[in-house]
């Protein structure tokens, strides 16, 4: 299929601006809702979700500044903010490959790829993007299969390290918000459960069984 056509077949699939325009934040966070409130239509409820999780609100080390190599100064490892596009295209990226780029205008810079009916769903941040090659859906998953992880910090450095990208006028509860968010990410393993693996114990016992 051509680049233009398969283009035109992603355009109503992958999105990177929003449905209204300018909408403010309601006074609810409305990813603490299972859906839109009574009187609120669907498209105003994802603009809502999409204004609370789909935006690059702020760059800030060392959540998202790295240096780059290839441009020799620090920039956002997410690309953003992001070019604007007037109409849906794919072209080759600088590694090669082939990549799609959704309407975007200039409004919507820092906004994340969505769906709509998936960000209504899952009601949080959430990225869509379209593999294009045999070789992308291989690097993307050998990526993250190899992927190593590291130690979380302690508490105390966490807190710290928030605190210090943070404005002076910022409430304690934004604080202990991204305090949660950093550490329930992390996939540690305590000494307990490595000993398990090695064992091949059961991570679990159960004294009740249920057959279906």
Known sequence: MPPFQLAQFFSNKVFAYSPIPNLERPAVNPCRLSGPVE?????TDVAELLNRCQRHSKCAEPYCVRYNKRHRAKMCRFGFPK?????PKIEQIQNQQWAFFPYRPEGDVNMNHYHPLWTALWRGNIDVSPVLSKNAAINYISKYASKAETMSAELNKTILDLTNSMLDTDRIQL????TLNKFCI???FSAQEACHQILSLPMVECSNFSNF
């Open 83 to 87: 070019p604007v596009c007037p109409g």
């Open 186 to 188: 992390k996939g540690d």
């Open 175 to 178: 604080v202990i918000t991204k």
């Open 39 to 43: 009187g609120k239509d669907n498209w």
